[in-house]
């Protein structure tokens, strides 16, 4: 699942470390993550930004333009056969190499 940490600052817990920006997490893994205290608090807050389950090419999108790790849009690339979603994860790797 794909799991935008809005905050400045990165956060681990049970095993699990989000930057900030788009980070890609299993769901069970995430789920351990929002069992600590300090996590569940940040989440309420709204720290956090997931959907589990299928997310529209839109939220995608959005996600994908907020990433900064090459290596996590190169697996939702392999993952993804949407064009949009395709092209969005394409130009988004071209802005992050060119820097």
């Given at each position: 699942?794909?799991?935008?940490n809005?905050?400045?600052?990165?956060?681990?817990?049970?095993g699990?470390?989000?930057?900030?920006?788009?980070?890609?997490?299993g769901?069970?893994?995430?789920?351990?993550?929002?069992?600590?205290?300090?996590?569940?608090?940040?989440?309420?807050?709204?720290?956090?930004?997931?959907?589990?389950?299928?997310?529209?090419?839109?939220?995608?999108?959005?996600?994908?333009?907020d990433?900064?790790?090459?290596?996590?849009?190169?697996?939702?690339?392999?993952?993804?056969?949407?064009?949009?979603?395709?092209?969005?994860?394409d130009?988004?790797?071209a802005?992050?190499?060119?820097?």
């Open positions: 699942m794909l799991v935008n809005k905050g400045n600052f990165s956060y681990e817990a049970a699990v470390v989000l930057i900030p920006g788009t980070n890609k997490v769901e069970k893994e995430f789920e351990k993550f929002l069992a600590h205290p300090l996590m569940a608090e940040l989440d309420q807050r709204g720290e956090f930004v997931y959907e589990k389950g299928k997310t529209s090419a839109k939220d995608v999108i959005a996600l994908v333009e990433a900064y790790d090459v290596d996590m849009l190169e697996v939702m690339k392999a993952e993804e056969d949407r064009k949009t979603v395709l092209e969005a994860i130009k988004r790797i802005e992050l190499k060119a820097e």
